[in-house]
Nanobody, 125 residues
């Protein structure tokens, strides 16, 4: 059974930082592209960042470019999202997702095979 479990969410003031983790089980992580999406109340789920199978390539939404960093440790079966200089508009539920096998990350949520349950990030002004 494939499971993706996010952790690290919480409440932070604007300008602060948070680090999210996504622990993956039930699949060979190095065969899957990984991504983070987010969904604010009343909006659709949108792409935040993606990372290739071995981590050598990364992609970011324009809104987070330069503030967020995605990384992965295939040996630990974990994907990370370091979020700096957080803004109130970053408030959302953050989801990790897996796409594969042997594919690059996509920006559409319908391109992903597996999803975590999500973790809430709230940025206060």
């Amino acid at each position: 059974q494939v499971q993706l479990v996010e952790s690290g969410g919480g409440l932070v003031q604007a300008g602060g930082s948070l680090s999210l983790s996504c622990q993956v089980s039930g699949l060979v992580l190095m065969n899957y592209a990984m991504a983070w999406f987010r969904q604010a109340p009343g909006t659709e789920r949108v792409f935040v960042s993606g990372i290739s199978l071995l981590g050598e390539r990364t992609w970011y939404a324009d809104s987070v470019e330069g503030r967020f960093t995605i990384s992965r440790d295939n040996a630990k079966k974990t994907v990370y999202l370091q979020m700096n200089h957080l803004k109130p508009e970053d408030t959302a539920v953050y989801y990790c997702a897996a796409r594969g096998p042997y594919k690059d990350p996509g920006r559409g949520s319908d391109e992903y095979n597996y999803w975590g349950q999500g973790t809430q990030i709230t940025v206060s002004s």
